[in-house]
């Protein structure tokens, strides 16, 4: 079974200062991994994903992610936070081999930029 | 555009009562997602279809029935069985090895 761990329930940063969001993941074999980014009562928005290649894959908005296979991490950082950044983080899995093709979410962190 | 679309965007159901929500592509993706969310929490799968006509049970899937008839559509029924209803459901579409594609959502309360 797959699963995808967010440690942290919310994050809270400063306007201008650099921000990390966790992720730890469990797969079988090697993962294909995203992060989705959601404002209330909205769909979830695609922001990057690792797939192969690269272990720092950057994405929309400034946001990028360093894969760590060693460490089965995939955290999203950003240089510079945005109050606009505020929202609902989420970080997903899935296996290449998985027959299934389901992606498996983390709980979810909530980012909070105050100016 | 290409998107996906759900429908309704708030949805109100009384005790008892089946109610179907809508999701639509127009993206030629094979496999759609249905999750429901909960207040502070993660997505959860409830079903999912890999191909038309074929679909398979996720983590949460009592209480819920899917169709694929056609491979644009994958509404998901919500019936009296599921005894706490009340969410935001997600449905999602993509092809495989690449990121998904969400709807808006759908919001709907038990009356």
């Known amino acids: 079974a797959q699963s995808v761990a967010q440690p942290e329930d919310q994050v809270n940063v400063a306007e201008g200062n650099p921000l990390t969001v966790k992720c730890t993941y469990s797969?079988?074999?090697?993962?294909?991994l995203f992060w989705y980014v959601q404002y209330p009562n909205r769909g979830l928005q695609f922001l990057l994903k690792?797939?192969?290649?690269?272990?720092l894959v950057k994405g929309s908005y400034g946001f990028e992610a360093e894969f760590n296979k060693s460490q089965t991490s995939f955290h999203l950082k950003k240089p510079s936070a945005l109050v606009s950044d505020s929202a609902l983080y989420f970080c997903a899995v899935r296996s290449w081999r998985d027959a299934g093709n389901m992606l498996t979410f983390g709980g979810g962190t909530r980012l909070m930029v105050k100016p | 555009d290409g998107g996906i679309t759900q429908s309704p965007k708030y949805l109100f159901r009384k005790e008892g009562q089946n109610v179907t929500l809508s999701c639509e592509q127009n993206l030629n993706h094979d496999a759609m997602y249905w999750y429901r969310q909960d207040p502070g929490q993660g997505l959860r799968l409830i079903y999912y279809s890999q191909i038309v006509n074929d679909f398979q049970k996720g983590d949460i899937a009592e209480g819920y029935s899917v169709s694929r008839e056609k491979k644009e559509s994958f509404p998901l029924t919500v019936t009296s069985a599921q005894k706490n209803p009340t969410a935001f459901y997600l449905c999602?579409?993509?092809?495989?090895?690449?990121?998904?594609?969400f709807g808006q959502g759908t919001r709907l309360t038990v009356v």
């Open positions: 690792y797939i192969t290649g690269d272990n």
């Open positions: 999602a579409s993509r092809e495989p090895g690449q990121e998904a594609f």
């Open positions: 797969v079988s074999g090697n993962p294909y």
